[in-house]
Every structure is written in C-alpha cells, then in structure tokens.
C-alpha cells in the first residue's frame, strides 16, 4: 500500500541527539524494544514495577 506524499510528516519520528552517522536502521531495533516496554508498563504496571 503506497502512502500519499501528503501525510509523510505525519508519519515521520524525528530523533534528535544522536550519535553521528548513525542510521535509522541502527536505531529500530532500540525502538521497538522501547515501544514495546512502554505498552507493557501501559497495560501492567506493576509487573514491571518493583515494590
């Protein structure tokens, strides 16, 4: 499925300080892990949380 040109800012995560030359590809996996943990602290917090 193509996306229309017109909603590309929209769908485009800018990431500031970051190490030179390093690539989005680089970063994915970072990402998704991050997501990831945030959607599971999201849904149950105290499985995660110590206390």
Partial sequence: M???ADT???RELYLGNL???ITGQ???PW?????IL???VLL???S???G
């Fill in 19 to 21: 190490p030179a030359g």
């Fill in 48 to 50: 995660l949380v110590p």
């Fill in 31 to 35: 990402i998704n892990v991050s997501v």
């Fill in 2 to 4: 193509a996306l229309a």
């Fill in 8 to 10: 590309k800012a929209a």
């Fill in 44 to 46: 149950q917090p105290s």
């Fill in 38 to 40: 945030a959607a599971l």
């Fill in 26 to 28: 680089q970063w994915m």
